[in-house]
């Protein structure tokens, strides 16, 4: 018999649940993660783009989830505007916003500032287990 | 001796194997716990930008991810933020967290009138941010 390690939100059957969002925790089911976590605080963007280099230590590309703090006091993922740009095309255009890339090596922060004056930026970052196959 | 709970794959031992990819489980390493999840609907008429928020009230700015569906009658969704222009027409989607809010934006520049479904997913770790 195959043993299993299974835990279900309350009201749901451990014995026969078998809806996976019912369950807290399933031993059939890898759970994501997070081999790392970070903040980078009061980086200062000042060309388009700066980019903001960390080594990881991974040995391979990681899954790499990262959230940016602008000068508003709201947080934005990746290619997020500020919250305060204007509400043009040409404001969005030309308006601060973000990217994260990442290799074998380094998680690349690239910020750019458009039209816009410097800025400074806190990044908050995580690295989740990936297979590494890519 | 630091104490475990360890859960490997399949033929790898749980008292040896180190490789993460080859844990279901290991209590080394923290994973994202889920808060609470919902959706917005924005209404459009045309041109403008809309503005909504769901409170959260954790106290601190938590981990967030959003999607949205591409139009009301579509099944599919794609990550937000999204910009999308082409000869001066435009359509962005935005969300930003605060230690209290989750806000939705939504701006476009004509068209017709839509009822833009955001769906959210907050999980209660905390940035420090």
């Known amino acids: 018999m195959v043993q299993k390690i299974v835990i279900t ?6 014995l026969t649940e078998s809806d996976k969002n019912n369950y807290i925790f399933h031993s059939d089911y890898n759970t994501l993660k997070i081999i790392s976590e970070g903040v980078i605080t009061a980086q200062t963007v000042t060309a388009n783009p ?4 960390l080594e990881h ?3 391979y590309i990681p899954a790499v989830m990262a959230f940016i703090k602008y000068p508003d006091g709201y947080v934005a993922l990746p290619r997020g505007i500020p919250r305060d740009t204007t509400d043009t095309y040409l404001g969005v255009a030309n308006s601060r916003y973000w990217e994260v890339e990442m290799d074998a090596t380094y998680i690349y922060f690239i910020c750019y500032k458009g039209t816009t004056a410097n800025y400074n930026v806190d990044i908050k970052f995580y690295i989740f287990e990936a297979p590494s196959n890519y | 001796m630091t104490q475990k709970i360890v859960i490997s794959k399949p033929t790898f031992d749980a008292k040896t194997e ?4 080859n844990l279901i489980f290991s209590s080394d390493y923290d994973s994202l716990k889920y808060y609470v999840s919902g959706y917005v609907n924005i209404d459009m008429s045309g041109a403008g930008s809309i503005e909504t928020y769901v409170t959260h009230d954790l106290g601190y700015v938590p981990f967030f991810i959003a999607f949205f569906n591409w139009m009301p009658h579509e099944t599919d969704y794609t990550h937000v933020p999204f910009y ?3 000869f001066g027409s435009y359509k962005t989607l935005d969300v930003y967290a605060t230690t209290t809010r989750l806000y939705f934006t939504v701006k476009k520049s004509g068209g017709s ?7 959210y997913k907050i999980f209660r770790n905390n940035m420090g941010l």
């Open chain 1, 9 to 14: 939100k309350a009201g749901y059957e451990v």
């Open chain 1, 50 to 53: 700066t980019t903001f280099t």
């Open chain 1, 57 to 59: 230590g991974m040995s």
């Open chain 2, 18 to 21: 180190t490789d993460p990819n």
């Open chain 2, 84 to 86: 999308t222009a082409s």
């Open chain 2, 113 to 119: 009138a839509i009822t833009q479904k955001i769906v």
